[in-house]
């Protein structure tokens, strides 16, 4: 298990485009990001469902790399740092009818820092906008009003968010910006 980063006190954390090198770290955040935010008793999920997950399990480092590496101009990640030491990332995807932010995670230690929306700035500058940009949350996530800042809107659209072996699932909610060249 990693020790717990304490995180400095009016520290400038760097952003950057995610490397093949920080694939472990990214899992990492993903672990703890769900492990503080998903088990949700309303919604029936628990902290061992996302714990089955395993996050952090080689070929999961495995497969973020392979992402990374893999990229080829549609999908891109980025990563903030403290130190060397990923403490959130990005992803973004570039789609035909709209680009999709696929995750956007910092570690609970760094949350209400801005590194959230610097994270999501990154990928929305990346994005471009041309086109709708959509994401799906958690309806219960604190996340959603970081979103609204960027002017991300709920939708009504039907979506399925991740389930787990026990049968719960995360209740996920459609949000979605419109371009100004809309």
Same mark, same amino acid.
């Given at each position: 298990?990693?020790?717990?980063?304490?995180?400095?006190?009016?520290?400038?954390?760097?952003?950057?485009?995610?490397?093949?090198?920080?694939?472990?770290?990214?899992?990492?955040?993903?672990?703890?990001?769900?492990?503080?935010?998903?088990?949700?008793?309303?919604?029936?999920?628990?902290?061992?469902?996302?714990?089955?997950?395993?996050?952090?399990?080689?070929?999961?480092?495995?497969?973020?790399?392979?992402?990374?590496?893999?990229?080829?101009?549609?999908? @891109?990640?980025?990563?903030?740092?403290?130190?060397?030491?990923?403490?959130?990332?990005?992803?973004? @995807?570039?789609?035909?009818?709209?680009?999709?932010?696929?995750?956007?995670?910092?570690?609970?230690?760094?949350?209400?820092?801005?590194?959230?929306?610097?994270?999501?700035?990154?990928?929305?500058?990346?994005?471009?906008?041309?086109?709708?940009?959509?994401?799906?949350?958690?309806?219960?996530?604190?996340?959603?009003?970081?979103?609204? @800042?960027?002017?991300?809107?709920?939708?009504?659209?039907?979506?399925?968010?991740?389930?787990?072996?026990?049968?719960?699932?995360?209740?996920?909610?459609?949000?979605?910006?419109?371009?100004?060249?809309?």
């Amino acid at each position: 298990m990693r020790e717990k980063l304490e995180p400095a006190k009016e520290k400038a954390f760097r952003v950057e485009s995610a490397t093949p090198d920080v694939a472990a770290g990214i899992a990492h955040v993903r672990n703890m990001t769900w492990l503080a935010t998903y088990p949700n008793k309303e919604a029936g999920v628990t902290q061992e469902d996302i714990l089955a997950k395993n996050f952090e399990n080689e070929d999961q480092v495995q497969r973020w790399r392979k992402t990374i590496e893999s990229t080829t101009g549609e999908r @891109k990640l980025w990563v903030a740092k403290d130190g060397g030491i990923v403490i959130g990332y990005s992803q973004g @995807k570039k789609g035909s009818a709209e680009n999709e932010i696929l995750g956007l995670y910092v570690l609970p230690e760094y949350q209400g820092k801005g590194l959230g929306g610097k994270l999501l700035k990154e990928a929305l500058d990346w994005l471009g906008d041309e086109k709708p940009v959509s994401l799906t949350v958690a309806t219960y996530s604190p996340a959603i009003q970081v979103y609204k @800042k960027y002017g991300f809107i709920e939708t009504d659209d039907a979506v399925s968010g991740p389930t787990f072996d026990s049968g719960a699932r995360i209740p996920t909610i459609k949000m979605i910006k419109v371009n100004r060249g809309e």
